[in-house]
Nanobody, 121 residues
Framework: QVQLVESGGGLVQAGGSLRLSCAAS????????MYWYRQAPGKQRELAAL????????SYAESVEGRFAISRDNAKNMVYLEMNKLKPEDTAVYYC??????????????WGQGTQVTVSS
């Protein structure tokens, strides 16, 4: 009953910036936390950033600390990821995820389909 859709991925040169967006829709009762994961080919999925819906507390992976910024708009059920000073190592599929309580269901973790980010050298 909940769908997440990412957007904003694409091709960018090293040192450039991109802004990813993720919109949640459906029968949403409450959103508790929001996440951006990423997975490069041949590598494990990595939690890049998270934010709590209630107080906006954030946390980042060391690999992106200082370059990425996660934010949210609770009224729009959206989460964003500002990516700056991008490196080729940032190339990955980026996935939006949220812990959501849906009407008539227990809270659970939902995933988007992912959006490709490619950083060229």
């Amino acid at each position: 009953q909940v769908q997440l859709v990412e957007s904003g991925g694409g091709l960018v040169q090293a040192g450039g910036s991109l802004r990813l967006s993720c919109a949640a829709s459906g029968r949403i009762s409450s959103i508790y936390s929001m996440y951006w994961y990423r997975q490069a080919p041949g590598k494990q999925r990595e939690l890049a950033a998270l934010i709590t819906a209630s107080d906006g507390r954030t946390s980042y992976a060391e690999s992106v600390e200082g370059r990425f910024a996660i934010s949210r708009d609770n009224a729009k059920n959206m989460v964003y990821l500002e990516m700056n000073k991008l490196k080729p190592e940032d190339t990955a599929v980026y996935y939006c995820s949220m812990i959501v309580a849906s009407t008539g269901r227990d809270q659970r973790l939902y995933w988007g389909q992912g959006t490709q980010v490619t950083v060229s050298s």
